[in-house]
């Protein structure tokens, strides 16, 4: 949980909730641009297969009742609410199946008609202002990105080792 809270402490709750909008935008409305009914069901599928990193924004989220970033972090937990609940309607539905089924582990594709047949059983809450939106500036949205881009970047130097073996730069020249 340490790491949870210090990693959302880093970044701005700002920009979590901005990325979870687009998530609330594409669950509410994705029916109307997505380009076919099968989008919006591997939607649900990579929302539900990727369940827990929405659980721990939110366990992180909750962390904040008592801080400055309190007002962020309630907006942000109301952000997460339709994306969790897809999480928490689904899972039972699959487990379930599973259990029927004997199966350990489903396919995508099994997970999906398990989706499909079970649309009709969700219930999502409307998110506020989603149907209504700033046109889109470059402009406006870049520092955002270069931000989102640097982070990315700075963490992946990082953790990747960037040293090179000389001997294995050795045998390659001797190769060519």
């Known amino acids: ?21 687009i998530f609330n935008m594409f669950v509410m409305y994705g ?6 009914h099968g989008s919006y069901d591997e939607l649900y599928y990579e929302i539900l297969r990727q369940h827990s990193v929405f659980d721990n924004l939110n366990e992180a989220a909750l962390q904040f009742p008592h801080q400055d970033n309190s007002s962020k972090s309630k907006v942000l937990l109301g952000c997460l609410h339709n994306i969790r609940t897809i999480g928490n309607h689904f899972t039972p539905k699959i487990e379930a199946w599973s259990v029927t089924t004997k199966t350990s582990t489903p396919t995508p594709e099994q997970v999906m008609d398990i989706v499909r047949c ?6 999502l809450k409307l998110q506020d202002g989603l ?4 046109k889109y500036s470059e402009v406006k949205e870049q520092q955002f990105y270069t931000n989102l881009v640097r982070r990315i970047c700075s963490e992946k130097r990082t953790a990747i080792d960037l040293s090179v073996d000389s001997s294995a730069y050795k045998n390659c020249a001797s190769i060519a």
């Open 31 to 36: 029916d109307t641009f997505l380009p076919n």
């Open 118 to 123: 079970n649309y009709d059983s969700l219930t």
């Open 1 to 21: 949980m340490c790491n949870r809270s210090a990693w959302i402490r880093t970044r701005d709750l700002v920009e979590i909730w901005q990325v979870c909008r």
């Open 131 to 134: 149907a209504h939106y700033d």
